[in-house]
Nanobody, 121 residues
């Protein structure tokens, strides 16, 4: 099995910063890509940012220039540095992993449990 565990959410004032972390563990053969998604109350889950094992990144237009995704391959951990936060960034943030696991090299999408980010004065 594979587990994704997020940390780093919380309450921050507008203009502030937060750093989210997501550590993958378990029977991992290879991490193909990881990403962050978010879901505000009453809305669908939307992509925030993704990164491949080779370092290619993709961002939602709404966070470009403010958020940075990075990955530590040695630690199987993905980070999301969030700067210049706005009230509209308030949501539950979910980590996603495109992971090939042992045995049998099965490639599967995994989700973390989510971490709340609230931007408010």
């Amino acid at each position: 099995q594979v587990q994704l565990v997020e940390s780093g959410g919380g309450l921050v004032q507008p203009g502030g910063s937060l750093r989210l972390s997501c550590a993958a563990s378990g029977s991992i053969l290879r991490i193909n890509a990881m990403g962050w998604y978010r879901q505000a109350p009453g809305k669908q889950r939307d992509l925030v940012a993704t990164i491949t094992s080779g370092g290619n990144t993709n961002y939602a237009d709404s966070v470009k220039g403010r958020f940075t995704i990075s990955m530590d391959n040695a630690k199987n951990t993905v980070y999301l540095q969030m700067n210049s936060l706005k009230p509209g960034d308030t949501a539950v943030y979910y980590c996603n992993g495109d992971i090939t696991r042992r045995p049998y090299s099965i490639r599967t999408n995994y989700w973390g449990q989510g971490t709340q980010v609230t931007v408010s004065s």
